[in-house]
Antibody, heavy 121, light 110 residues
Framework: EVQLVESGGGLVQPGRSLRLSCAASGFTFDDYAIHWVRQTPEKGLEWVSGIGWNSGNIGYADSVKGRCTISRDNAKNFVYLQMNSLRVEDTALYYC??????????????WGQGILVTVSS | QSALTQPPSASGSPGQSVTISCTGASSDVGTYNYVSWYQQHPGKAPQLMIYEVTKRPSRVPDRFSGSKSGNTASLTVSGLQPEDEADYYCSSYAGGNIVLFGGGTKLTVL
């Protein structure tokens, strides 16, 4: 069974940093791209960042570019999202989602349960 | 990077068909056949319903179908059932390792 489990969320002050982790199991991890998608009641789903199976493809939404760094450890089956200079508008439920071996196919066939990030003073 | 455009709401009676549109640009929906659709029930994670414009995962009923014309993709739900009431989101690959989502459509089964 494919499982994606997010961790590392919580309450953080504006301007501070946070690192989200996604632990994957139940599939051959280094065959797949992994993405981060966030959700708020106001904006719905928003793609944040994605990383290809060998880290050769990496992308960021304009809203986080320059403030976030995505990485993966294929030996440990983890993907990380380092978030710096956090803003109130980064407050959201963050999902880890499995992409495809071909990054551009761009669909997400398995999702974690999400982790809440709250940015507030 | 502009979000794809979806109607905020749609509705239909049980047994009817409803179509939800997803309008992008020539640089995303218009160029790539990498449009996907997700269903989300309250408090749950999204679930993939359609990928690559028209393909369905094996667990998705064939009442769900996808299509595309120009810069607009569509999701059609035929033979509406009460359990189809949910939020639906489209997404598209937009080149440059970027993926876009639509704003979501709340489908109500009357």
């Amino acid at each position: 069974e494919v499982q994606l489990v997010e961790s590392g969320g919580g309450l953080v002050q504006p301007g501070r940093s946070l690192r989200l982790s996604c632990a994957a199991s139940g599939f051959t991890f280094d065959d797949y791209a992994i993405h981060w998608v966030r959700q708020t009641p106001e904006k719905g789903l928003e793609w944040v960042s994605g990383i290809g199976w060998n880290s050769g493809n990496i992308g960021y939404a304009d809203s986080v570019k320059g403030r976030c760094t995505i990485s993966r450890d294929n030996a440990k089956n983890f993907v990380y999202l380092q978030m710096n200079s956090l803003r109130v508008e980064d407050t959201a439920l963050y999902y880890c989602a499995r992409g495809n071996a071909i990054y551009a196919r761009g669909y997400f066939d398995n999702w974690g349960q999400g982790i809440l990030v709250t940015v507030s003073s | 990077q502009s979000a794809l455009t979806q109607p905020p709401s749609a509705s239909g009676s049980p047994g009817q068909s409803v179509t939800i549109s997803c309008t992008g640009a020539s640089s995303d929906v218009g160029t790539y056949n990498y449009v996907s659709w997700y269903q989300q029930h309250p408090g749950k994670a999204p679930q993939l319903m359609i990928y690559e414009v028209t393909k369905r995962p094996s667990r998705v009923p064939d009442r769900f179908s996808g299509s595309k014309s120009g810069n607009t993709a569509s999701l059609t739900v035929s033979g509406l059932q009460p359990e189809d009431e949910a939020d639906y989101y489209c997404s598209s690959y937009a080149g440059g390792n970027i993926v876009l989502f639509g704003g979501g459509t709340k489908l109500t089964v009357l």
